[in-house]
């Protein structure tokens, strides 16, 4: 017997439930995956995350090497790829990790039944991506936690699985490979994200350093701007190149180790919902019965990092620079356009999309909608002053001055409030003033 073993964003070989069961399921094992056109049209496949995801699948191929097999690589729809390698090969069953975006789900139930008519059989594994699969722990008379605290006590609680291992041994039949991806990504491709490397085998690297350094000291120092002490390991686990599972497992339990797993938790909370509303991926999980504002310049400033506000463009800055934000510079930013400016919080995922390498959908808009007021925060009016941010996780300016060059002469916190420096030093800066703020929004003591 054959089956197909069809990767999506869970690119490795260790803790993947999906390949591990199609290996043991039959003789041959034909592991698969699909460059997805749709990806393409959507603007989502950005420069930066195309180099990032050949980097990957070069990696997971050298990885099914090792096991004697090999990645085969299609392009297309994926459902008719799908199909058509199962024909090709007679595969009598198809493993797939299960997904929460609604394009997933769709394209889950579209490739359910086109196997179906053919007599092949769609075998979903539904903990590929997360720890507790999304559905596996729900309150009474709902299909879905909408308040953190008391879904993490159930996730906590809930019994994980136990780390899988690789399969010992692949046979590949008879099939054409097709080719891998260049890496490098098209021509004038973004270079942001260079920081970053795809690939299992270096985000297993980077996982190894951090549990054995780096989140001894996360509970302290994670919001810290300064410090860049987060794990960093978000576009690894967006990918499936490290399992958030094996990650949990490998933390430990003391209280730093506890404050990381918190996290992961947050990662499932949301996958959970997404899940059971998927049109939360661009529509307000609840009314908060918000106007926006329409300004395009500010939006503009905002995306460029020319707020004039600059521990906002610092972080703005980064994400152009490096493809990534710590999660306080994330948060900073986003409540500064949705209650600050007032601008729509759809405007600010779009843009954290097109340029984050760890663009989740769940992670991303769901995180946008609890800054914005209209997700599950349990106080939606919650404001994050970034004068007040800045002081607190940045009070040396430290981290200012190292993404926003035009204010690095400043001395310690004055970075913070360059409008209040003499007219001619201002001037010499080359830095804007802050935006015209709405008044009601942001009061004159923060400035």
């Not at 985000?203 to 190894?208: D, K, P, S």
């Not at 302290?220 to 499936?240: C, I, V, W």
């Not at 049109?279 to 307000?284: F, L, R, T, W």
Request: proline letters at 6%.
């Amino acid at each position: 017997m054959t089956t197909l073993a069809v990767f999506t964003r869970d690119l490795r070989v260790h803790d993947n439930p999906m390949l591990t069961a199609a290996a043991l399921a039959g003789e041959h094992t034909v592991p698969l995956f699909v460059l997805d056109a749709a990806m393409a049209r959507s603007g989502f496949a950005t420069g930066a995350r195309e180099r990032f995801l050949a980097e990957s699948l070069a990696d997971l191929d050298r990885s099914l090497r090792e096991l004697g097999g090999r990645l085969v690589v299609r392009a297309g729809d994926p459902v008719e790829q799908v199909c058509r390698v199962a024909d090709e090969v007679d595969a009598g069953t198809v493993h797939l990790a299960a997904d929460c975006s609604g394009y997933a789900q769709r394209r889950e139930a579209a490739l359910r039944s086109a196997l179906a008519e053919r007599g092949r059989t769609l075998h979903c594994h539904d903990e590929a991506h997360v720890v507790v699969a999304p559905g596996r722990v729900t309150p009474a008379g709902r299909d879905h936690y909408a308040v953190f605290g008391a879904y993490h006590r159930r996730w906590e609680a809930a019994g994980w699985r136990r780390v899988i291992a690789p399969p010992a041994r692949l046979r590949l039949p008879a099939v054409d490979p097709g080719a891998l991806p260049p890496i490098g990504g098209p021509a004038g491709g973004e270079s942001a994200g260079g920081g970053f490397h795809g690939g299992e085998t270096v985000g297993r690297r980077r996982a190894e350093e951090w549990l054995r350094e780096g989140v001894e000291v996360y509970d302290e120092r994670r919001d810290q701007l300064a410090a860049d002490a987060t794990s960093r390991l978000s576009p690894y686990l967006h990918l499936g190149c490290l399992s958030a599972l094996e990650l949990a497992t490998q933390a430990g339990t003391g209280d730093a180790a506890r404050d990381f797993v918190r996290q992961l938790a947050w990662r499932d909370f949301f996958h959970q919902l997404l899940a059971a509303r998927p049109a939360a991926a661009h529509e307000d999980y609840r009314d908060a019965h918000r106007t926006w504002r329409d300004d395009p310049a500010a939006l503009d400033a905002w995306r460029s990092g020319h707020t004039g506000i600059p521990i906002v463009d610092a972080g703005m800055r980064q994400l152009l620079t490096e493809g990534w934000l710590p999660n306080r510079a994330r948060m900073i930013t986003a409540s500064f356009l949705t209650k600050t400016l007032g601008l729509d919080w759809r405007a600010g995922a779009a843009h954290y999309t097109e340029h984050l390498l760890d663009a989740d959908v769940a992670n991303n808009s769901l995180n946008w909608q609890w800054v914005a007021g209209t997700g599950t925060d349990t106080r939606p009016g919650r404001v994050l002053n970034p004068l007040r941010q800045a002081e607190r996780f940045d009070p040396d300016g430290v981290y200012v001055r190292r993404h926003v060059p035009e204010l690095a002469g400043l001395p310690g916190r004055q970075v913070h409030r360059p409008w209040r420096l003499p007219d001619r030093e201002r001037a010499a800066l080359d830095y804007p003033e802050p935006l015209p703020i709405l008044p009601e929004r942001l009061t004159s003591e923060q400035f």
